[in-house]
């Protein structure tokens, strides 16, 4: 059964930081490239950041160069996003998802709630 289940989200105020974690089981991690889409209030989903299979190649979208960081542990099928510097209009569900383009295979996790707030 395949499973991507992301936590870390919460209450953060303007400038502060979090830590989202994504868990993958039930398909083999180290085949996928990883990434983070959010989607705000009324808006639609958007690409946060990518990492490649091994590691060696981040993409990052505008809005969050230079405070975002994603990594992965292939060892422990965890995928991360670092935020820091965080605004209100961060303010959005996360959402991991897994790409195997070989195969045109792709798995969404369920999200996790990200509030920028005072």
């Known amino acids: 059964q395949v499973q991507l289940v992301e936590s870390g989200g919460g209450l953060v105020q303007p400038g502060g930081s979090l830590r989202l974690s994504c868990a993958a089981s039930?398909?083999?991690?180290?085949?996928?490239?990883m990434s983070w889409y959010r989607q705000g209030p009324g808006k639609e989903r958007e690409l946060v950041a990518l990492i490649t299979t091994t590691g060696d190649s981040t993409n990052y979208a505008d809005s969050v160069k230079g405070r975002f960081t994603i990594s992965r542990d292939n060892a422990k099928n965890t995928v991360n996003l670092q935020m820091n510097s965080l605004k209100p209009e961060d303010t959005a569900v996360y959402y991991c998802?897994?790409?195997?383009?070989?195969?045109?295979?792709?798995?969404w996790g369920q999200g996790t709630q990200v509030t920028v707030s005072s």
């Open positions: 039930g398909f083999t991690f180290s085949n996928y490239i």
């Open positions: 998802k897994a790409v195997y383009r070989r195969v045109g295979r792709e798995y």
